[in-house]
């Protein structure tokens, strides 16, 4: 079997987002399952037009002549095309590729009030979240979806938004993404809170940041990084003072065990985001055993698993996952359930029968 993952990005050189980590592991599993992998994503910092990661090719192009992608995708003469998001990527695919297997995995389905959000709270500017939607949210993507052979969701909740979306017969089903569940976990003796993923306006990183300040007696490890280094740079002078803070950057997981043992150390993950789909690092932190604080409840985990936090007020969560040690109790219910659910061979097992089941019946439609 070959796969081929189109994705806007892959979780290496410079691009460090949710949708390039589920690619990279994705295909990194599938290759030890001997699929021979290929991933078309564009072309990123020094990154050259074809690479070699984890057993996976990657063959890139230039971000501003998205078009040209479907040379790379005919090269790769893969049985199954899987994007990973819906993309301009998914409709080239399509097209250059008709007769082949299209399967679409929605890993953050966004609709308008998602990207007014998303306008209100830029990562770097407005231009570049218009560019992004151009990219990935058109009427000629929205057909491309309608028109694969199979389309998957990465959360439960996105299933009915998805069908909505892109207006499909049938509601998408889950497909998990991959996640390693470590075999046993130590937590700190001293009641530690970590905080995930970038340090973007929607992600609202000074929330977590304020909470050290009001919570002495807790660690509190910030881990991440801004694409405004501005911004940064502002945040880490205003709290540089904190002797119960520990602001350790980016830390690339796929290089260091340290992320793991940050996590397997952590009682709870505070998510302090605006809008979320389901994000890698409530997976990740769930898998470890940490209950999650946060204001958005993505398949209900933080209802579930942690706290969820009313009107900004991430004080009175963190208050209440702390007394009487409520914190264990939820972050051992997350860790069995992303163990029954998406630990990594069986999602993998899962994305291996969807490839099978579609490419079966393509050739019994013929």
């Known amino acids: ?9 892959i979780f290496a050189w410079g691009k460090h987002g949710g949708y390039g980590r589920a690619t990279r592991v994705i295909g990194r599993e599938l290759v030890k399952r001997g699929v021979e ?23 890139s192009f230039d971000p501003g002549t998205p078009w040209r992608a479907a040379h790379l995708i005919q090269q790769c003469d893969a049985d199954i095309y899987h994007s990973e998001e819906p993309t301009f990527g998914t409709f080239v695919a399509r097209r250059a590729m008709p007769h082949r297997t299209h399967l679409v995995t929605c890993r953050d389905t966004r609709e308008v009030g998602d990207w007014i959000t998303e306008m209100r709270h830029p990562s770097l500017n407005r231009v570049q979240v218009l560019m992004n939607l151009l990219y990935e949210d058109n009427l000629l993507v929205h057909r491309a979806v309608r028109q694969a052979d199979g389309v998957y969701c990465a959360a439960q909740f996105l299933c009915a938004k998805a069908q909505r979306k892109y207006r499909l017969r049938a509601t998408p089903q889950l497909l998990p993404t991959p996640v390693y569940v470590p075999p046993t976990v130590q937590k700190s003796f001293r009641p530690t809170v970590c905080y995930l993923a970038r340090w973007d306006r929607r992600k609202r990183p000074e929330l977590f940041l304020e909470l050290a300040r009001s919570f002495p007696h807790v660690q509190f490890i910030a881990l991440g990084k801004s694409r405004d280094q501005e911004y940064e ?34 009682w709870i993950m505070v998510n302090t985001s605006v809008r979320e789909g389901l994000p890698n690092a409530f997976l990740e932190a769930a898998a470890h055993g940490c209950a999650i604080l946060s204001a958005v409840d993505p398949d209900r985990f933080a209802t579930r698993f942690g706290a969820l936090v009313q009107n900004d007020n991430f004080a009175a969560g963190l208050t209440c996952l702390l007394q009487e040690d409520r914190w264990r109790e939820r972050g051992e219910a997350a860790r069995s359930y992303i163990g029954e659910t998406f630990e990594q061979d069986r999602a993998i097992d899962a994305h291996l029968a969807v490839y099978h089941h579609a490419m079966n019946h393509r050739t019994a439609s013929r």
């Open 1 to 9: 079997m070959r796969v081929c993952l189109i994705s806007m990005e």
């Open 37 to 59: 992998v290929f991933a078309v994503v564009p072309r990123r910092g020094d990154q050259q037009a074809v690479e070699q990661l984890d057993g996976i090719r990657v063959l």
């Open 233 to 266: 740079a502002r945040l880490r002078r205003q709290y540089a003072g904190l002797s119960n803070l520990t602001m350790p950057g980016y830390i690339d997981q796929f290089d260091s065990g340290d992320v793991s043992r940050i996590l397997s150390e952590s």
